[in-house]
């Protein structure tokens, strides 16, 4: 494989249902250039470097003006950027205002004490499956359970689930970089402005329903954050809770869906899951490894000229991450292309690392141990309906878009 147009083979389409042969030419050079002017970085410990080092930006502003072009990247007035794609010191205070209503130190209870919660949600809709011997997993069961947990936790009315889907599936869609003539790349520019627009007003209304009448939920909790160190302003508020919402659930679909897709493949793996639950947890982890749920970072760049591996990449270029492929590294993961449940240290890079690392991650893992857990004991002789599944055009967010499979009943 030529290093010409590696971003345009990673992109198509035709590549969605197993990549992973595609990353294992690119790490024979960990650092590559491609046509369009990005650097691609395919190797666990220079990903791992690379996601540490300060001198590395997630801030499109810092783009020299080619790359930015390459990714699509411009101003919003409707959603400025969210803390995902800023720096310190701007990063540290959003994140830290956000994590307040989610996790430690100010509600360290809060994913934890969802547990009988999620069972709850994931019991009603495995009891939906009987009298039915093709399901869907996907539409079925994968999409709704996150969404409706990051419904509750935001506080977004489950009911307005279709008007905020297409929304979050556009701007998910829009993470992979914009291709094709300039008029593909306007029009898909311009769909993914129209639905950023639509979003941020959705959820400005939210925002103020709430400042008026407070809830129990995060939506409540940033519109009354008036702490010592001030909260978010308006157009913040509207950011963070976008990212909220399409992260607490995109991410978590196709991992609950790689899961089931893994054990479906492997009778003897599920039977596993299904005689010992506590397998859940290691089962988990080998899945972000094996399987990850978001593929890359496209959206780094460097703010002086960097060494790595050999090669200097220079200020301003746009650099892509490949996590997936750094989880396939043969000089980390011994056999990498297969699924170990046992596998020790299995320190993968599916959460991200550093500064950036996930803060989603705890809930992410809960949904997935609590939905593949019940799903193999309660589902009588699962079979796939189709293997290749269909998978969604998305390069960055990778996963089935369907899921067929065959049943013989449901259990109690």
């Not at 509600?107 to 969802?114: E, F, K, Y």
């Not at 869907?136 to 279709?162: A, K, M, N, Q, W």
């Not at 593909?184 to 709430?210: F, G, M, P, W």
């Given at each position: 494989?030529?290093?010409v ?9 035709a590549h ?8 294992a030419?690119?790490?024979k050079?960990?650092?590559v250039?491609?046509?369009?002017g990005?650097?691609l970085v395919?190797?666990?410990?220079e990903?791992?470097?690379?996601l ?12 020299n003006?080619?790359?930015a072009a390459?990714?699509?990247?411009e ?7 969210t ?11 959003l ?6 209503p989610?996790?430690?130190p100010?509600s360290?209870r809060?994913?934890s004490?969802?547990r009988g919660?999620?069972?709850?949600i994931v019991t ?17 069961f994968?999409?709704?359970?996150p ?8 506080g ?8 905020f889907h ?10 992979d970089p ?5 008029e593909?790349r306007?029009?898909?520019l311009?769909?993914v ?8 007003a959705?959820l ?7 400042r ?6 995060m939506l ?13 302003s308006?157009?913040?508020m509207v950011?963070?809770?976008?990212l ?7 991410t978590t679909?196709n991992?609950?869906?790689n899961?089931m ?11 596993r899951?299904?005689t010992?639950p506590a ?7 080998e899945?972000?490894?094996f399987?990850?749920?978001v ?11 960097i060494d ?11 650099l892509?991450?490949?996590l997936?492929s750094?989880?396939r590294?043969p000089h980390r993961?011994?056999?990498?292309d297969?699924f170990?449940p046992?596998?020790p240290?299995?320190?993968?890079l ?7 690392t ?11 141990q ?20 269909p ?12 899921l067929?499979?065959?049943?013989e009943g449901?259990?109690a």
């Amino acid at each position: 494989m030529t290093s010409v147009a590696l971003l345009r083979q990673i992109l198509d389409p035709a590549h969605r249902a197993d990549p992973y042969p595609l990353y294992a030419e690119l790490r024979k050079t960990p650092v590559v250039r491609d046509e369009t002017g990005a650097y691609l970085v395919s190797t666990y410990w220079e990903i791992q470097e690379l996601l540490h080092d300060p001198r590395v930006s997630s801030d499109a502003r810092n783009l020299n003006p080619e790359a930015a072009a390459a990714l699509g990247q411009e101003e919003d007035p409707n959603l400025p950027p969210t803390f995902l794609r800023l720096d310190p010191p701007e990063h540290d205070r959003l994140r830290g205002l956000a994590m307040r209503p989610f996790g430690p130190p100010h509600s360290p209870r809060r994913v934890s004490g969802m547990r009988g919660e999620l069972t709850t949600i994931v019991t009603d809709l495995i009891d939906g499956f009987h009298d039915r011997d093709h399901l869907d997993l996907v539409d079925s069961f994968s999409y709704p359970f996150p969404v409706t947990v990051i419904c509750r936790l935001l506080g977004v009315p489950r009911e307005d689930e279709p008007r905020f889907h297409v929304w979050a599936d556009t701007l998910a869609a829009g993470l992979d970089p914009v291709h094709g003539t300039p008029e593909e790349r306007e029009n898909q520019l311009r769909t993914v402005r129209r639905a950023r627009a639509d979003l941020a007003a959705y959820l400005s209304e939210l925002i103020e329903e709430r400042r008026r009448a407070p809830r129990d939920d995060m939506l409540s909790a940033m519109a009354t954050d008036h702490g010592p160190d001030g909260g978010m302003s308006s157009l913040e508020m509207v950011s963070t809770a976008a990212l909220l919402l399409i992260a607490g659930h995109e991410t978590t679909v196709n991992l609950i869906t790689n899961g089931m897709l893994a054990l479906l493949r492997d009778p003897a793996l599920l039977h596993r899951l299904r005689t010992d639950p506590a397998l859940a947890a290691p089962f988990v982890e080998e899945l972000l490894r094996f399987d990850p749920p978001v593929q890359f970072l496209p959206q780094r760049t460097t703010l002086t000229d960097i060494d790595i591996a050999g090669t200097t990449i220079p200020k301003g270029a746009s650099l892509w991450l490949l996590l997936a492929s750094g989880n396939r590294d043969p000089h980390r993961f011994p056999d990498p292309d297969a699924f170990h449940p046992d596998r020790p240290d299995n320190q993968h890079l599916s959460f991200g690392s550093g500064i950036h690392t996930c803060f989603g991650a705890p809930l992410a893992r809960l949904e997935t141990q609590i939905a593949l857990t019940e799903l193999t004991r309660r589902l009588k002789n699962p079979r796939l309906a189709e293997d290749p599944p269909p998978y969604r055009r998305n390069a960055v967010l990778r996963g089935p878009r369907h899921l067929p499979v065959v049943v013989e009943g449901v259990g109690a």
